[in-house]
């Protein structure tokens, strides 16, 4: 293309074809062209000249980026269908369940069905909302998400009662451990109470995850480490949710929300944090109707050519804003502190100031969510005013920062003030063991006051809370597993 480069021609490519995957061919070495790409086009992938022998070097990456791209692909339609009204906020529970266990569906609201699959399925009596229609012609009414996941043919049901490793959590770090624990040996479980991904899986961009120089989403991430997990021999089940821990001598036994009971050699804690609420008056009853605590990724759709607000200034916000400026007319981010740089990473904080239809809202906060069934208005206090407005708004997205939900280990494993798991040298105070520990030796990095219990990732006390340091707990804790299988 003597009259274009390859960074110009995707960057119209991106225009008419934003779905598409970008994949730069460059000449050996010439990075200086492949990072202007991924600046400007969001490239996926660069490939070096020469590409030769092509079944190494270039088919396999093709391939990658296929298989991303119809993970995604909401055209060669053959996915479910979920029919329901925007403000629901089951809609939203159904959308949010499938996206995050990669399950491709189109959403559409009940008025004016025109899709005549859509409408053979659900026949001449009115559904009762929302309603999942599956490939095989199945329709769900209001499902919960058990019934849901048995009709995908999720696994919920354990083939065994005894692992090596119990792995609670499919998060980064649960993956990473899991991934350890199957490649050696071990047999491995993995629970998730949602879906395989934990909060990577919202990020619509992970950008400093080290050997992905274009970036790469948290949904291609998650998918991959499933996919990586699962081929070696790792049994995934999900949804399935711990809520109780039991020490019974040798035996760790981890008990499910259905009833079932697990017992293993040793179990790992990787089951991050979640979303904190914002208790302001309005949020409980809007949220999932107009309001939303992450979950960019399956919102962004609705928000075509609306003005979005989003609560929060740190990277996920940061990052959310990025992504739902493609499709909104306008991104205004609520931030308390003075400017966005004291709690994002400085890329993104250049990246949104050269984008014009984000703008900053500093020094304040929501103080209150009004709207009859659905978000129609925030109240916005200005700190260094002290002024408060009313500003119509019909999506709110919350990224306030997380908390563990480490309730259902109380009594067990020890805690820190704000829910955290306490690990390895934090245990011991004063050249004091923890209470009840009876072994001639300190607990290892990454163990808890339960020999044989480990906590990794961001559900730590003092933990990095960075997709690397998840991934990077999650692999090396199971040196420390061995460790303890060997020495017991
Ligand atoms: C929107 C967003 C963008 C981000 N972007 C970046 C980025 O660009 N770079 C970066 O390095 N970091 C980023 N982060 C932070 C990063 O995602 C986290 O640090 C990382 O995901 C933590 O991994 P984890 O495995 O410890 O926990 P999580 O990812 O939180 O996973 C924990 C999993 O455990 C499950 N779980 C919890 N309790 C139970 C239970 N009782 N039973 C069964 N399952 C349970 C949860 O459902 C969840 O799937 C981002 C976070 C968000 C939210």
């Known amino acids: 293309m003597p009259l274009m480069s390859g960074t110009e021609f995707l960057q119209v490519v991106n225009e008419l074809q934003p779905e598409a995957r970008r994949v730069l061919l460059t000449a050996y070495a010439d990075s200086a062209a492949a990072i202007d790409a991924i600046n400007k086009v969001k490239l996926n992938h660069y490939l070096m000249k020469p590409w030769e022998p092509p079944d190494q070097h270039l088919y396999p990456v093709l391939s990658d980026q296929l298989e991303d791209w119809q993970a995604g692909n909401r055209e060669s339609f053959e996915g479910a269908y979920v029919v329901g009204t925007r403000w629901a906020p089951d809609t939203h529970r159904l959308k949010d369940f499938l996206a995050k266990s990669q399950v491709p569906y189109r959403w559409i609201e009940p008025e004016g069905i025109t899709d005549t699959r859509v409408l053979a399925a659900l026949g001449e009596k009115p559904p009762v909302l929302p309603v999942v229609i599956l490939?095989?012609?199945?329709?769900?009414?209001?499902?919960?998400?058990?019934?849901?996941?048995?009709?995908?043919?999720?696994?919920?049901?354990?083939?065994?009662?005894?692992?090596d490793v119990i792995v609670v959590g499919a998060g980064p770090a649960g993956l990473?451990?899991?991934l350890y624990g199957s490649t050696e040996g071990l047999k491995t479980v993995l629970l998730e109470r949602e879906a395989a991904g934990g909060q990577a899986g919202l990020s619509s961009r992970i950008e400093n995850y080290l050997g992905f120089p274009s970036g790469l989403s948290g949904a291609d991430l998650a998918r991959r480490g499933v996919a990586q997990v699962r081929r070696f021999g790792t049994e995934v089940l999900a949804p399935a949710e711990a809520v109780g821990l039991v020490v019974d001598g040798e035996y760790r036994v981890v008990k499910l929300s259905n009833g079932q009971e697990l017992a293993a050699h040793s179990v790992v804690v990787a089951a991050g944090v979640q979303w904190r609420r914002l208790d302001v008056p309005?949020?409980?009853?809007?949220?999932?109707?107009?309001i939303y605590y992450g979950a960019a990724i399956t919102e962004a759709s609705s928000c075509k050519d609306e003005d979005v607000y989003i609560v929060g200034g740190a990277n996920s916000a940061g990052q959310a804003a990025v992504y739902f400026c493609e499709v909104a007319r306008s991104v205004k981010m609520i931030v308390r502190g003075d400017s966005l740089s004291r709690s994002m990473s400085h890329y993104l904080v250049e990246r949104i100031q050269t984008i014009p239809n984000i703008s900053i809202i500093p020094n304040a906060?929501?103080?209150?969510?009004g709207g009859q069934d659905r978000l129609e208005d925030i109240t916005v206090r200005h700190h260094d005013t002290q002024v408060t407005e009313k500003l119509p708004a019909a999506a709110l997205f919350i990224f306030i920062g997380a908390e563990p939900h480490t309730e259902w280990l109380d009594g067990v494993v020890c805690r820190d003030g704000k829910g955290f798991l306490v690990t390895g040298a934090n245990l011991v105070q004063n050249a004091k063991r923890p209470a009840g520990w009876n072994l001639d030796r300190d607990p290892y990095l990454l163990e808890?006051?339960?020999?044989?219990?480990?906590?990794?990732g961001d559900v730590r006390d003092g933990a990095v809370r960075r997709v690397a340091n998840s991934v990077g707990e999650g692999s090396i804790v199971l040196y420390f597993i061995r460790q303890y299988m060997r020495n017991r």
């Open 448 to 456: 808890t006051n339960v020999p044989g219990v480990f906590a990794v």
């Open 365 to 369: 906060e929501v103080v209150e969510a």
């Open 176 to 178: 990473a451990c899991a």
């Open 282 to 290: 309005g949020m409980d009853r809007l949220t999932g109707a107009g």
């Open 135 to 163: 490939p095989d012609g199945s329709v769900l009414e209001r499902p919960e998400l058990s019934q849901l996941a048995d009709k995908l043919g999720l696994v919920t049901i354990p083939s065994r009662r005894f692992y």
